[in-house]
């Protein structure tokens, strides 16, 4: 009987013995896999090398039909994509990119109070018909309407304009003599690169110009085209009838994913049709950065 006893007092140690050696097993197991180092950039890199090519943005203007350039500017990157780097570095007239600008030196000066201000039209009969009416600073940029602005840079006179180019360092710092006043951004002489534009945008967004906050919060607010709870897209479009061909501007920037993306595009118009896409031409090369 006290064999028996023994006997089964053997089996259930043998037994408690065996659990407790694979249990510290076990945990000795899971132990070293949690300690296990987790890959290095270092492991990464000679695993696999992962190469992020920037798309053929050439391949939109091809498929549009147009010539031109456009550059877009990743400010959390400090990257930049462009299609004909060479025609970005070309100075152009900035037409009615320049509205960015007079707008600001307006309210600056005073010489316009505000974004609502109406200035009674001149009865003159002019090409694009949103132009022949009574209009104000936000509507003249959306319009862009042209006499509006030409007031606006008669009012504020060739010595202050001057001296807020040079301050800001716009395009060549060229507006010509006192006539040229209300058409130097049209015929000349005041250039700017595709580059430089967007130079002048980062200060605009920075808030890097010598103009007040009101100032420039209420232009950054007029050149609002789209906002979504995804995205808030700024510009302001420019068409030159002066040069042959004829040239296109759409600059501006987006801000999208806590990032800033500038961009400058433009494009010989031949036929009105072509207008409509420095804008359109724009949006795609966004899209094939994932943007939009």
């Known amino acids: ?17 065996c659990l407790i050696f694979f249990l510290l097993i076990s945990f000795r197991e899971i132990h070293v896999f949690a300690q296990q180092p987790t890959p290095t950039s270092a492991d990464s890199e000679h695993s696999a090398t992962v190469i992020v090519q920037a798309p053929d943005l050439g391949r939109n203007f091809r498929k549009l039909g147009v010539e031109g350039s456009i550059v877009i500017y990743d400010l959390n990157k400090n990257k930049t994509y462009e299609h004909n780097p060479q025609r970005n570095q070309t100075a152009m007239f900035p037409g009615s990119t320049f509205k960015i600008f007079n707008a600001m030196v307006a309210l600056e000066t005073g010489t316009i109070p505000d974004d609502v201000t ?3 039209w001149d009865g003159i009969q002019r090409e694009v018909p949103e ?3 009574d209009t104000n600073l936000r509507q003249g940029f959306k319009d862009s309407t042209v006499w509006f602005y030409q007031v606006l840079a008669r009012r504020i006179g060739h010595k202050r304009m001057q001296q807020f180019i040079e301050q800001v360092g716009y395009g060549n710092r060229q507006i010509g003599t006192a006539k040229d006043i209300d058409r130097f951004w049209l015929e000349g002489p005041l250039q700017i690169t595709a580059k430089q534009q967007i ?16 100032t420039m919060n209420l232009v950054k607010d007029m ?5 979504t709870p995804d ?3 700024r510009g302001k479009t420019g068409w030159l009838t002066s040069t042959n061909p004829e040239l296109g501007w759409f600059v501006g920037y987006l801000e999208q994913n806590k990032n800033v993306y500038f961009f400058a595009t433009n494009i010989n118009i031949n036929k009105p049709e072509d207008a ?4 359109e031409v724009t949006r795609r090369c966004f899209k094939d950065l994932g943007l939009l």
């Open 199 to 214: 130079e002048f945008l980062q200060k605009l967004y920075r808030s890097d110009l010598p103009f007040s906050a009101r």
């Open 276 to 279: 409509p896409l420095r804008i």
């Open 131 to 133: 132009w022949n009416r």
């Open 223 to 227: 050149m609002v085209r789209e906002q």
């Open 1 to 17: 009987m006290i064999f028996r006893i023994w006997r089964s007092r053997s089996v259930i140690f043998a037994i408690l013995g």
């Open 118 to 120: 109406v200035l009674t």
């Open 231 to 233: 995205y808030t897209w």
